[in-house]
Nanobody, 118 residues
Framework: QVQLVESGGGLVQAGESLRLSCAAS????????MAWYRRAAGKQRELVAA???????IYQDSVKGRFTISRDKAKNTVYLRMNSLKSEDTAVYYC????????????WGQGTQVTVSS
């Protein structure tokens, strides 16, 4: 069974940075796709960024150039570095473990709140 635990959310001002972490259990972390999704109040969940076991990445257009996803296989952890945060980035961010870049897999973390004040 895969377990995902996010951390690193918080309240920041526009223009500041945060780094989210997602610690995964299970030896299968080195394979598959790890992704970050987010859900803002009153909106649907959306893909923010994803990374394959080989290091290929994709990003939502609105975060390209500001966010960076990375994974540390030795630590079973995936990160989301968020720079130049905007108020529209405010959401609950979820870590996901799956098999395809564009579709979520069956494993989700509990979520971490990111609030950006303008």
């Amino acid at each position: 069974q895969v377990q995902l635990v996010e951390s690193g959310g918080g309240l920041v001002q526009a223009g500041e940075s945060l780094r989210l972490s997602c610690a995964a259990s299970g030896s299968v972390f080195s394979r598959g796709v790890m992704a970050w999704y987010r859900r803002a109040a009153g909106k649907q969940r959306e893909l923010v960024a994803a990374i394959t076991s080989g290091g290929s990445t994709i990003y939502q257009d609105s975060v390209k150039g500001r966010f960076t996803i990375s994974r540390d296989k030795a630590k079973n952890t995936v990160y989301l570095r968020m720079n130049s945060l905007k108020s529209e980035d405010t959401a609950v961010y979820y870590c996901n473990r799956g098999y395809e870049l564009l579709n979520p897999g069956p494993y989700w973390g509990q979520g971490t709140q990111v609030t950006v004040s303008s």
